[in-house]
């Protein structure tokens, strides 16, 4: 039988680990930073030192695991599926900005069994397992305002690849997000945004275009915290098996009533 809890203090401690890897270079004079797809997608040696790290870390421990890594791709077979990216926030990381995390989540035959972001800068440890969602050792709630003008919501959007199908549409839902909501943040981590709508910190955050390595983790943490988290494909809600595989997420507080949130998830799920 798999112990999930083995699971989790594997996935625990090689973030840790991932996490003082990535310290050496936080902030270091002279880091190289290359390109990867375009200027707006950027890796260092970091990224894939850390993403080394976590795949002996399991092939240790795990072997015949399969691992979906953001710099290493997808490799093995089993019942066993590790979604990594060794940093989230790449962009912040390499400015010296304190924004960013290593994310390992887990999923037993296709359901998510186990979820780490490990934000090291600020010596933060986000998990969740059977036992519920945790900053540390303290227990994680989802809560924050029903009320859009009380919310927070925290999204790196409009990113250039949504200017691409609706981008007129795009600019006036980000001007009415501005409008509608209290505050709007773009902090440039998905993780790191979703641990904070885990967190209570955060009322919503929302993504078009992430990989399961941005999300598996947090979105599971989101959910074992007592919030919400929807995909959308093609205008529709999605069912909520492997929903870590969809692109387009929605995550919530408890009870928030969004109703422009889930009018654009709607309506931007609809590009081609
Ligand atoms: C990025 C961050 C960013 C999101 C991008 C991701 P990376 O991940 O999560 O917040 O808007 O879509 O690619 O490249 O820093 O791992
Ligand atoms: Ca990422
Ligand atoms: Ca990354």
Redesign the pocket.
Same mark, same amino acid.
């Given at each position: 039988m798999t112990d999930i809890r083995e699971i989790t203090d594997l996935a625990i401690d090689a973030a840790r680990g991932a996490g003082e890897i990535a310290m050496e270079g936080f902030r270091r004079d002279g880091l190289r930073v290359d390109l990867?797809q375009d200027f707006h997608?950027?890796?260092t040696v970091y990224?894939r030192r850390c993403e080394e790290h976590i795949r002996e870390r399991i092939e240790e421990r795990f072997p015949g695991s399969a691992i979906v890594g953001?710099e290493g791709g997808a490799s093995g077979e089993g019942s066993l599926t590790w979604h990594i990216?060794?940093?989230?926030?790449? %962009? =912040?990381?390499a400015r010296g900005m304190a924004l960013?995390a290593v994310c390992i989540g887990v999923a037993l035959d296709g359901e998510m069994v186990s979820g780490v972001v490990y934000d090291p800068a600020n010596d933060q440890l986000f998990w969740a397992d059977d036992r519920g969602a945790f900053l540390g050792d303290e227990p994680l709630v989802s809560r924050g305002s029903e009320d859009p003008r009380q919310a927070t919501v925290i999204a790196?959007f409009p990113?250039p690849?949504d200017l691409v199908h609706f981008p007129e549409l795009a600019l006036s839902q980000f001007a009415r997000l501005s409008e509608d909501y209290s505050h709007y943040r773009?902090?440039?981590?998905?993780?790191?945004?979703l641990c904070w709508v885990a967190a209570g910190w955060a009322d919503a955050t929302f993504?078009f275009? %992430? =990989?399961s390595?941005?999300v598996a983790a947090a979105a599971f943490i989101v959910r074992r915290a007592g919030g919400t988290y929807v995909t959308y494909a093609g205008g529709e809600p999605q069912p909520a098996e492997r929903d870590y595989e969809n692109p387009h997420y929605l995550a919530l507080i408890p009870g928030a009533r969004y109703d422009l949130l889930h009018d654009i998830m709607r309506e931007q799920s609809r590009r081609p």
């Open positions: 990867k997608d950027l890796v990224d953001e990216d060794p940093i989230d926030g790449t %962009a =912040n990381f960013w790196n990113l690849r773009a902090i440039g981590s998905s993780a790191v945004s993504s275009g %992430a =990989n390595w941005d």
